[in-house]
């Protein structure tokens, strides 16, 4: 074999452990922030206790789209902000994965959730809600740390109890998965996985 051919060869085989080793080092690594998700479990209890209190669909409807309008920033600040400790690229690595996994299903939540408001079928929300958001975090977390897709099973599986139990367990299942679960893997990634 050519002394040329053999250059490129090795050059070819140095590349794709290059690779191969970014890759496992980012499955290894995530830019989520559990602190974060503290955060917003935090705030959806608070949100979700006064929704439940709240004297008509439309502001309870209001309460939990500002949860998710005080929601995003945060996350989207903390994943910047861990991302850059790490130095992990923001617009390229595992975060511009997640997001671009995850927008499309928040997108789809967010369309329906005007067409079934319009319908008046407000028992609906919180199982679309829990359902959507969990398949999101579940497509973009397979750019990320194991713990991540199993939280967004999590959330699909209370969705599922929302949509198919009763009307009734709507705001407690919110509470649980928006709450909940966000609190207690919230915990667990900064735990692990440095914040």
Do not use: N
Not at 18 to 41: D, H, K, N, P, Y
Not at 92 to 114: D, E, N, Q, Y
């Amino acid at each position: 074999m050519p002394a040329s051919s053999t250059a490129a060869l090795h050059d070819r085989a140095l590349a794709d452990l290059r690779f191969i080793r970014e890759t496992m080092e980012q499955a290894s690594v995530t830019t989520f922030s559990g602190w974060a998700l503290m955060g917003v479990g935090l705030l959806a209890v608070v949100v979700g206790t006064l929704a439940s209190l709240a004297r008509t669909r439309e502001r309870w409807l209001l309460l939990w789209i500002a949860l998710a309008g005080v929601s995003v920033p945060l996350a989207a600040l903390a994943t910047a902000r861990k991302s850059r400790a790490a130095g992990l690229p923001l617009a390229s690595g595992p975060a511009r994965k997640f997001g671009l996994c995850l927008a499309p299903a928040m997108i789809a939540g967010g369309l329906l959730t005007v067409v079934l408001a319009r319908a008046g079928l407000w028992s609906l929300l919180p199982g679309l809600w829990l359902l959507v958001y969990g398949a999101g975090v579940v497509a973009g977390g397979a750019f990320s740390v194991r713990v991540v897709p199993v939280m967004g099973v999590g959330f699909m599986t209370l969705g599922a109890c929302a949509l198919l139990g009763p009307a009734g367990w709507g705001d407690l299942l919110l509470v649980a998965g928006f709450g909940g679960l966000h609190l207690v893997f919230g915990a667990l990634i900064a735990r692990q996985y440095g914040g």
